[in-house]
């Protein structure tokens, strides 16, 4: 899947030096002590079609396909340009020198559940696997063979870019010893199922909280302001508040038009990368749209994050 691009306040070089020693101390501790990689589950039985599904909700197409320079399907992504470096989300076709025609059940599950690449590399964050690690062996099982139907398409995937220190990928390992919960989702206390199954797409599949919440100067989400807007999102855009001080006026019906019409109450188009999220969640049913904004509307009101300052 695509390592989604996230566009992170620049750290300030005293506070660049800290997080590199930080994570520095934190990778050496980790690398020199390696944790033997998890057994994947058996494979489960996937199901194409429902894999489909899946893959409209979570917006992989968008991520893995450059349409801007008429790229062909799931071939590789657009460059996606942060304060970290440039990324590009790689080949996904079923292509085996290229894509993920030559790889496992088992591969495919630990880079969803793990965030870890074919061969056990650390995969870079701005592949949402913090988010995609709640999915259910199921869900992960029935995406994967759906891509496996993807025709193949000879075309290398490239390099990620990453800024000096962080293509430095053992670094990574302490990144996620502060920041990666490996999971999948477990049921919240107090929410009931519709609310249950929202929560699930929202956190998990669609990563709602991955662009609409504030990120420290590590590139990690501020858990405490989850879902109150990032003014900095992807590719520069403000991604708003979604707690309830950002929508709590709109109506069931303007949040249903919304996911399924991209259409605002004034009757504006979403644009940017709200455009290409609900090309995916214009498939989902009715049901599981009306899910995710049951959950939404239980999150607490909380201020929205302001614009950092002019440089």
């Keep these: 899947m695509r390592e989604r691009g996230l566009n992170i306040p620049a750290l300030r070089p005293s506070s660049a030096k800290l997080a590199a020693v930080v994570l ?68 996904i076709t079923s292509d085996k020198k290229n894509g993920l025609g030559s790889w496992t059940w088992d591969q495919f599950h630990r880079a969803m559940r793990e965030g870890k690449g074919k061969n056990g590399e650390l995969l870079y964050p701005v592949f949402p696997y913090p988010s995609f690690t709640g999915m259910t062996d199921q869900d992960i099982a029935d995406l994967w063979a759906y891509l496996k139907t993807v025709p193949a398409v000879a075309q290398p995937s490239k390099p990620q870019q990453a800024k000096a220190p962080y293509g430095i990928r053992p670094l990574l390992a302490g990144w996620r010893a502060l920041y990666f919960r490996q999971g999948p989702l477990k049921p919240q206390g107090g929410l009931t199922p519709e609310q249950q199954r929202g929560r699930y797409l929202s956190e998990a599949v669609v990563h709602c909280q991955e662009c609409h919440s504030p990120r420290n100067g590590l590139g990690a989400i501020e858990a405490n302001k989850a879902y ?51 090309e995916g969640t214009a498939k989902l049913t009715q049901a599981d749209r009306d899910a995710i904004i049951a959950y939404i509307r239980t999150l607490p009101a909380k201020p929205s994050t302001p614009k950092p300052a002019k440089k």
């Design 228 to 278: 109150a807007g990032n003014p900095v999102g992807p590719d520069k855009q403000d991604a708003p508040n979604i707690t309830p001080t950002g929508i709590g006026k709109l109506t069931q019906a303007d949040l249903q038009d919304m996911l399924k019409n991209g259409l605002t109450p004034d009757g504006d188009a979403l644009g940017g990368g709200m455009a290409d999220v609900v």
């Design 24 to 91: 520095g101390a934190l990778a050496c501790a980790l690398v020199l002590k390696p944790l033997a990689p998890a057994a994947a589950p058996p494979e489960p039985k996937g199901d194409a079609k429902r894999g489909a599904y899946v893959f409209a909700a979570a917006d992989c197409e968008n991520c893995h396909t450059d349409k801007k320079a008429k790229g062909a399907f799931l071939a590789g992504g657009p460059p996606m340009v942060t304060d970290f470096g440039t990324f590009f989300a790689p080949n």
